[in-house]
Structure formats: structure tokens, C-alpha cells
């Protein structure tokens, strides 16, 4: 019979024991492609959200649920939110080459301020291919932007970094489009 206080009887317990975790803690981690950058456009001083052009959302556009926008640094308190099956719509499939306007059929979204970075968050999956292997996979797409001061207007950049980034370091936005 093997004597608990042998060295080696003591190292095959925490073995085991990683053994058994591994594999647990390997499946809480993120899958390949779930968070995405989205795409910001200016259309007529509004920003317009939409996902990016990879094969993937090129095969099957994802349908989007929720969009969500805050000013960072806000605490996380939405400035605008849009979630689709609560608004009675339908959860729109969102290929590359169309956006989502900020406002989307919402009268009451409040006018974005100059001089603010504002992230986006679009929350949706990928429709999946029935009857084969291919399953709904969740996606989320974010961004920020600011909205700067040009003549007068207030003109949508977009901010080359990502949002955790881009907060921390204080400099100034790089553009990405926009006028």
C-alpha cells in the first residue's frame, strides 16, 4: 500500500488534478472570430456601424440583435441602444456593404457631442448552415470613434486602436474615413 507521505504520491494528486482542469478551463475561453472589429462610416454627420468585410461575413452576413453606443469613460451607460426583438423589428442580416445608422428608427437618440469618443458594440451571431456542421456562432463587433469639429460640423472619425487602447493612451485619434 502506497504511504500518503511518499513525495510521489503527493505530485500525482496536483497532476491529476491539472488533468481534470485543463480541459475545463481551455472551454471557457473565447472561440476563434467571436469579437470582431466593427466598421464606422460618416453618413451625413451620423456615424453608420457595420462589421467587416472577411470571408465569413461575406459567406453569411450576421444577423445583429442589439446595437449599443456609450461615450467611454461613461460607467457603461448606453447613450443609444437599439435591440431589435424588444423594438418588434426583425434582427437584420448585416452584410459588409451596409450599416446600421446611429438612431436607427429612434426619434429620441440624443445628438452626439464633438469632442467625444464614443464606443459601439453590435452584438448578433452568424445564421449557421442547417443540416451540416457549421452552428450559430455568437458575435460581437466594437469600435470607437469620435465625433471632431470640422468648419462648423461635426464629422465621425474613427479611432485605429482598440477601445482599451485608445482610452489609456490620450492621443489623438488616427482617422479611418469619413470627410
Given at each position: ?95 459588409p456593404s451596409q450599416c446600421l445608422v446611429y438612431g436607427h428608427g429612434d426619434a429620441s437618440a440624443p445628438a452626439l457631442r464633438v469632442g467625444t ?63
Amino acid at each position: 500500500m502506497a504511504n500518503k507521505d511518499d513525495p510521489m504520491m503527493r505530485m500525482q494528486l496536483p497532476v491529476a488534478l491539472l488533468g481534470l482542469l485543463l480541459p475545463m478551463m481551455a472551454s471557457c475561453a473565447s472561440p476563434p472570430g467571436r469579437y470582431q472589429s466593427a466598421t464606422i462610416q460618416d453618413r451625413d454627420g451620423l456615424p453608420c456601424f457595420g462589421v467587416p468585410d472577411t470571408r465569413e461575413t461575406r459567406t453569411t452576413a450576421p444577423i445583429i440583435a442589439r446595437v449599443s453606443v456609450r461615450a467611454s469613460g461613461a460607467g457603461g451607460v448606453s447613450v443609444w441602444e437599439h435591440i431589435f426583438l424588444q423594438s418588434g423589428t426583425a434582427e437584420p442580416a448585416l452584410p459588409p456593404s451596409q450599416c446600421l445608422v446611429y438612431g436607427h428608427g429612434d426619434a429620441s437618440a440624443p445628438a452626439l457631442r464633438v469632442g467625444t469618443r464614443y464606443e459601439v458594440v453590435m452584438s448578433g451571431y452568424t445564421p449557421g448552415t442547417p443540416g451540416k456542421q457549421g452552428k450559430a456562432q455568437k458575435r460581437v463587433f466594437g469600435s470607437c470613434f469620435d465625433v471632431v469639429d470640422v468648419a462648423g460640423k461635426g464629422v465621425i472619425t474613427s479611432v485605429v486602436a482598440d477601445c482599451a487602447t485608445a482610452r489609456a493612451s490620450g492621443t489623438a485619434p488616427v482617422p479611418q474615413g469619413g470627410r
